[in-house]
């Protein structure tokens, strides 16, 4: 097992999970807010829609990084965007 850094031992599921958001949402790769975070135990659920593999791939990618002593269970599906998008006509 790898040792952790102070953001990852001895710290509430609570924090750990704001931490794991704030981080999904700040990164460059991920720029992510859509993306929910669950602990129990030692094994860290995210869940959520993105729209192409190499960004669940990234999400998970990220929170292993965080949280390296943890399981992380990717729930992430893969919801391409698709069509054009409308445009609102005014007036």
């Known amino acids: 097992m790898k040792g952790g850094g102070p953001a990852e ?7 750990l999970v704001q931490h794991v958001r704030e981080a999904l949402a700040a990164d460059p790769r991920v720029g992510e807010l859509h993306v929910e975070v669950t602990m129990a135990g030692d094994r860290v ?7 192409s593999e190499e960004r669940r791939t990234v999400i998970a990618a990220v929170v292993e990084e965080l949280l390296p002593d943890h399981e ?8 391409p965007i698709s069509g054009v998008p409308e445009v609102e006509q005014l007036g």
């Open 72 to 79: 992380v269970s990717n729930h992430v599906t893969v919801e």
């Open 45 to 51: 659920f995210i869940t959520g829609a993105v729209p």
């Open 9 to 15: 031992r001895g710290q509430p599921d609570h924090y």
